[in-house]
């Protein structure tokens, strides 16, 4: 992938940041509250958290909230009227500060929501979704993009990238249409980028494990019970990775409100016991390994071979978020290692 | 506010409360109309969750009510009810919900007149207080 | 080999027990719960300052109850919930060791009096350090508390890890998911949130033993503590009750005084 280089100072980030508020666009990005940071509508760069390593939660919200009206119904007289949700009317937004690895996840959830029948709502907040992401100059243990096929500074799924190149200036790279649409009327801002590299400013991610060897791993380890019991029994089944997890996309239906009332759309998980719940009192998945074995299977297994792309980008916020340290890397690393 | 005219639930009980109130209406007391009475079983039976459901439903005050302490058709269920009142009554003031706009109190089946005046004296306290919008503008929010 | 893992090793070589559920070392030097059946592993368990969890919660669940009896490390509040699923009929005397590890040696509790006797040692108060923020918060005006709070909900994710980490939580089908009709709203909207965070807070009023595992376990940071503190320090004030000290009494919201106090209601 080609990406045009340019490069632009601080201070001319933060007059682009208020130059996007000017123009009406809502700005999501990393805020830093207490010992978190995490993931809020801001209005200026000075709000902006750079320097942590990862976010609590992704910012797949942007594109698929926690909870979304699909429509609003209302009876009278005999009737039933919908009122659609009016799409021209959605925000635009630009998503600043995510990593390459959430950007890569926005590749997977449009795979996911666009799979068979194109989600109209999803589509919508997408076209008018800009994702700005910042490259990474620290890492942690719980990253793994680079086994995943990503890297702290891939350009993948961004439109535009930014790497603080540590002398004050960020390295830009323009990697769509959208992101070139981005530097109308900003052009001054910038400064040519060409010959700037951003190697050196990024993160070290070693590689983990093969991911070749993850789903053969997991096909051999379909039936192996104790094998997921022994992963998975301190697991809780609660829904923080889920939740966190840039890709993780079920969702649950709900109305509200009656006769007159919404039809909403929010996050659901696997990892709930009663997510697979039949009417007839029978889950397919009453144990929790089960739920942990979906989990795993579903990311590196079913995604691929439905959607042709991988379910996980190695970000590790469901290891950072569990309250009981079911680690991923560690896990996944232990199907593609066991032998044959 | 000279137009609002509050909003009232009064969850009651069956055995004392509802006779009472039942007791105001044969008496030809008149009480104030801003109040829609529920009848529960017992006042052991009124969950602290239906308070905050009638609040989200556009509730401005509340009262609950049932039977004088012994004087229960259960025996105790005033009792408990009394016990989570206490607990309840602490949580919401801790959350930062106005627990003036909850009057909790014993009628008995005798008491319509205190009925009447319970009524009263509440929908002129919330009254005062104005709509309860604090807790109404909830309804809605953080839906995208 | 550690006292604790000595223990461990001569409970399960001799079958005493058929599984050890303790602390091992998990990511990045923290602790994690670890479930030893062989005595060849019980080099794997550890005791510091980042054991925090409370095991207890593993008791309640059914993949782990099927190992057979347990010996639990434990940690006070973890003895506390231990007598407080006992008096609600959670947990048969004599289906579980308690492991009290310290400095000198581990101490064995195998049966409900002998952890009553231990608890009955310790401060179960609250500490002076958590009397002081709930004073500290209670004196916030009733807006600036109601900000801080739909501040708080706001963030609320229902990912229900607060469910899940908490011991006494156990309830096979929760409120949350009984759905005709629907109690507490799906959708983590605020007033969702609120309603499901006042639900759990009330149903462990008069239970909860403090252990902090629900603020622990919440990913986005919600103080869900101070709601919990507050319901302690006022059942204790209100009923003279604290919960997890006997394995036989009843919690205070099951339970009442004749002249229980009154002064608010009419």
Known sequence: MESEKRSIGREALAELISQWRSAGKRVLAPKRSGDKVDFAWVASLEEISLDHVQTVQSPKAALFPRVEELFSFRSADGRVEVRERDLGALPETVVFGLRPCDAAAFTALKAIFNWDSPDSLFSARLARTTLVAVACSSADEYCFCTSVGGGPGAIAGSDILLTDLGDGDFLAEIVSEKGRLMLQGAEALFRPGAGREKERCLARVEKAFDLEKVDPGLARRFDDDAFWAGQSLRCLGCGACAYVCPTCACFDIQDEGGITGKRLRCWDSCGFGLFTLHTSGHNPRPLQSQRWRQRLMHKFSYMPERQGVLGCVGCGRCSRACPVDMNILEHIRAIAEARP | ?144 | MSALQEKARELLASAAVQVVIGYGRGSGGAARAVFIREATKAGDLVFDGTCLQNLAVYLMKPEVRKLGKAALVVRPATLRTILQLAAENQIAENSLLALVPSAEEIVLLATFAAIEAHVAALDSDLSTAEKAELQRFTALGLDERRRFWEEQFSRCLKCYACRAACPLCYCTRCTVECNQPQWIPVPAHDLGNLEWNVMRAMHLAGRCVNCGDCSRACPVGIPLYLLNQKLVSDVFTGFNSRSGISARSDNALSTFKPNDPEDFIR
């Open chain 2, 1 to 144: 506010m000279p137009d609002f005219e509050p909003k009232i639930v009064a969850f009651v009980c069956n055995w004392c409360t509802y006779a009472g109130a039942d007791l105001t209406g044969t008496s030809r007391m008149k009480y104030s109309p801003q109040v829609a009475i529920i009848r529960f079983p017992c006042t052991g039976r009124i969950d602290f969750m239906l308070l905050l459901k009638a609040f989200a439903s556009g509730a401005d005050g509340i009262i609950v009510s049932g039977c004088h302490p012994n004087d229960c058709h259960y025996s105790s269920g005033n009792f408990h009810a009394r016990r989570r009142w206490i607990v309840f009554r602490g949580l919401l003031d801790f959350l930062g919900i106005d627990v003036r706009r909850v009057q909790f109190s014993w009628v008995s089946a005798a008491e319509g007149a205190k009925w009447a005046q319970l009524v009263n004296e509440t929908a002129e306290h919330i009254r005062g207080l104005g709509p309860f919008t604090g807790y109404q503008r909830l309804r809605g929010l953080g839906v995208e």
